[in-house]
């Protein structure tokens, strides 16, 4: 299925690479592909890792690899990336198909992968044409996507051979101390220092509430849906940060980026999936359900919330950080500063309604 919010585009100057150099690795590594290097087109919406569409006569592929420049140390982590999926597919099941992992530099300059292409449909910040999302549907969407979180959460990593995916106890420290770092790395000077933000996350540290298979960038636009009719969801993309954490932690992330109807204008800037209709979940609906299905006590949810927030504005930073410094031009890029400094108040504003 093809929509707008789907489609690949040209490939942009700075990321293209050697398709010919590629097909020949992976000639030898996938059967059936035929003598000619695909057509190979990139899409545009990811802001991190980079995802190209491969387009052979008979198949589509996907490949991904990590952008060129600064990167933070623990991400773009192409051998994990491949391996969750790959030891995911048997017990999770909504994950592509893994076909070939490369590691010489000689191919594409830096490790990357290659899985089977998910048919379907991802939403994005406006519906596609042609499909109807009614109130009805799009409460029965947000709960199916609560539901797969819940399944993912409920995964055994040690049948799926993930035992030793994370660090286990202590997850909700090593966040908090971990993301203020990467923040203080990647901050410019058009920005706030999140001094207040990051103090009171650090002083607030609730205990884990338990620790399990986590996806860590869980979001609609990371969903792929079988198709308009019964949007079904068939597969969870995107699988970098992946770990054993704190399930309340993954939803503080998951939330951040939730923007409902009646936000303000700035936050409805940022949307990029569309939790705005009519009939889908709030936040704090989502939150309910969530802890309807799996028993969890949530306690103050303002430490998440604030954590959530914190965490997509180092994101962001770290984004900008890249165009800042000339690493790459890419203008969707350019202002980004100017959300983290939104945030930081958004944060402030959280904090300020209560004492934990």
Same mark, same amino acid.
């Given at each position: ?135 009805? *549907? ?199 500063? *100017? ?18």
């Amino acid at each position: 299925m093809s929509t707008p919010g789907n489609a690949a585009v040209d490939v942009r100057a700075e990321d293209a690479f050697d398709a010919a150099a590629l097909h020949t690795w992976l000639a030898g590594r996938v059967p059936g592909l035929g003598g000619e290097p695909p057509r190979v087109r990139q899409f545009p919406g990811g802001a991190s890792n980079l995802t190209y569409l491969l387009s052979y006569p008979d198949r589509e592929l996907i490949l991904r690899r990590p952008p060129a420049g600064h990167k933070a140390a623990s991400a773009h982590d192409m051998r994990r990336e491949y391996r969750v999926q790959r030891a995911l597919k048997p017990v999770f099941g909504h994950v592509p198909g893994m076909l070939a992992f490369g590691d010489d530099p000689a191919v594409l300059g830096g490790d990357f992968y290659v899985m089977e292409k998910l048919d379907g449909l991802i939403l994005r910040g406006d519906l596609p044409d042609g499909l109807d999302l009614g109130p009805a *549907r799009a409460r029965d969407l947000s709960g199916r996507v609560v539901d797969r979180l819940v399944e993912l959460h409920a995964v055994d990593v040690g049948a799926a051979g993930l035992a030793d995916l994370g660090k286990g106890a202590g997850y909700v420290e090593r966040q908090i101390r971990g993301w203020s770092a990467r923040f203080a790395a990647a901050r410019t000077d058009n920005v706030p220092d999140f001094a207040e933000v990051m103090s009171w996350l650090d002083r607030n540290r609730p205990g884990e509430v338990k620790i399990c298979l986590i996806h860590n960038d869980y979001r609609l636009d990371n969903l792929v849906l079988d198709g308009p009719d019964t949007l079904d969801i068939v597969g969870v993309l995107d699988w970098e940060m992946a770990t054993l954490g704190d399930p309340l932690m993954e939803l503080g992330s998951t939330l951040a980026y939730w923007v409902q109807a009646d936000d303000d204008d700035t936050m409805k800037l940022s949307r990029r999936q569309p939790t705005h209709l009519p009939g889908m979940y709030t936040r704090e609906e989502f939150v309910a359900h969530y802890a309807d299905r799996t028993g969890l006590e949530i306690g103050d949810w303002r430490f998440y919330e604030v954590y959530g927030l914190f965490r997509l504005a180092v994101v962001l930073q770290q984004i900008y950080r890249r165009y800042h410094d000339g690493e790459t031009n890419n203008p969707a890029f350019k202002d980004f500063w *100017r959300f983290s400094g939104y945030l930081e108040r958004r944060c402030r504003e959280i904090i300020g309604k209560g004492t934990v």
